[in-house]
């Protein structure tokens, strides 16, 4: 495993419902991200918390909704979503901000694949 | 607009054989260029990192290398093995802010055949 874990790993639901997607990483890192990954589509960034503080929302739809009570987990509520947000949702940690200097390298999850009918 | 095309979209080799992917940026300004590794199901696990002044690193069975003048990479894996087989995304770093300064290509997907 890469230190990050994401759950649940795959989440089926309709339109109407209300679900969150977690994410934890045990490896001390401060800055937390949401990207999205939809089939033949570079990665599209979502959401960016540093030291549990957004620093980004990358025009994201008020349906989803980030929350990340500290800085070793990151939520991702969910509602009233449509079937064009069926995707796979990816968690990732850095050391820092890459805007801080230096090189750090993202570290991902697995992924929840999400599937909205 | 910054921006990361990635060449061929998707590849099919027989085990053994070699092969390589392309990808061709126009980010500035430019920081460092990551291949990374996306088996089915995964998340990207990151294979290399290039900075400015690298043209050529290793990772076992994999080599990439870096013309900044062309602002081109290339993935090289030799020796292919079926485990090879997931999707390969070149991520450029510009680190001059903006969504945390990375653009990522749509990655190549591969496939090795036995």
């Known amino acids: 495993e890469t230190g990050v874990t994401q759950t649940p790993r795959h989440l089926v639901m309709g339109m109407t419902n209300k679900k969150s997607l977690k994410c934890e990483q045990h490896?001390?890192?401060?800055?937390m991200y949401w990207y999205k990954q939809s089939a033949k589509k570079p990665l599209e960034l979502m959401f960016v918390?540093?030291?549990?503080?957004?620093?980004e929302n990358n025009s994201v739809p008020s349906r989803f909704s980030p929350e990340c009570p500290n800085s070793s987990h990151l939520f991702l509520h969910l509602h009233t979503l449509q079937p064009e947000d069926s995707a796979l949702y990816l968690c990732?940690?850095?050391?820092?901000?890459?805007?801080?200097?230096?090189?750090?390298?993202?570290?991902f999850g697995s992924g929840t694949r999400l599937t909205v009918v | 607009k910054n921006q990361v095309e990635q060449s061929p979209q998707s590849l099919i080799i027989l085990e053994g054989k070699n092969c390589t992917l392309q990808?061709?940026?126009?980010?500035?300004?430019?920081?460092?260029l990551r291949w990374y590794k996306q088996d089915t199901g995964r998340g990207p696990v990151s294979l290399t990192i290039?900075?400015?002044?690298?043209n050529t690193k290793s990772n076992g069975r994999y080599t990439a290398t870096l013309d900044a003048d062309t602002k081109q990479s290339s993935l090289h894996i030799t020796a292919s093995q079926l485990s090879d087989s997931a999707s390969y995304i070149c991520?450029?770093?510009?680190?001059?802010?903006?969504?945390?300064?990375?653009?990522f290509g749509k990655g190549t997907h591969l496939i090795i055949q036995p």
């Open positions: 990732a940690s850095s050391q820092a901000l890459l805007r801080t200097g230096g090189d750090y390298g993202y570290t």
């Open positions: 490896l001390g890192h401060n800055a």
């Open positions: 918390y540093n030291f549990k503080e957004q620093t």
């Open positions: 990808c061709n940026y126009t980010v500035s300004p430019f920081s460092n």
């Open positions: 290039m900075t400015f002044s690298e």
């Open positions: 991520v450029v770093s510009d680190s001059g802010g903006g969504a945390d300064g990375l653009t």
